[in-house]
């Protein structure tokens, strides 16, 4: 599975962006689906997950109420619906799998199978 991230932009705040996640050929079949973000300086952190084949969603808590996560296992792509993005939202993003057969993902980056390239989201105040 070679994963690609996309969707990424310069936007002001208050704006909204969807980044998707493309499976590059492969299969997302029996993968939570997880968003991981990394600013500069800091370190890389859990936003939000969805498990195969997609009932449970997991977020992050500075992202509830204006993240969603969602998937198209036709497509083999998943998505993150960003809404009143914020400065504090500038990083570059990156998608990963997670095996997974309905249960909870994990939020562990140590824990993910595959990883895309990330995209770079930068909100300007």
């Known amino acids: 599975v070679q994963l690609q991230a996309s969707g990424g932009g310069l936007v002001q705040a208050g704006d909204s962006l969807t980044l998707s996640c493309d499976a590059g050929?492969?299969?997302?079949?029996?993968?939570?689906i997880v968003w991981f973000r990394q600013a500069p300086g800091k370190e890389r952190e859990f936003v939000a997950s969805?498990?195969?084949?997609?009932?449970?969603?997991d977020y992050a808590v500075f992202v509830q109420g204006r993240f969603t996560i969602s998937r198209d296992n036709a497509k083999n792509t998943g998505y993150l619906q960003m809404n009143s993005l914020v400065p504090e939202d500038t990083a570059v993003y990156y998608c990963?799998?997670?095996?997974?057969?309905?249960?909870?993902?994990?939020?562990?980056?140590?824990?993910?199978?595959?990883w895309g390239k990330g995209t770079q989201v930068t909100v300007s105040s």
């Open positions: 990963a799998t997670d095996r997974n057969l309905g249960g909870s993902p994990s939020r562990l980056a140590g824990d993910m199978d595959y």
């Open positions: 969805i498990s195969w084949p997609g009932r449970k969603k």
């Open positions: 050929g492969g299969s997302f079949n029996t993968y939570a």
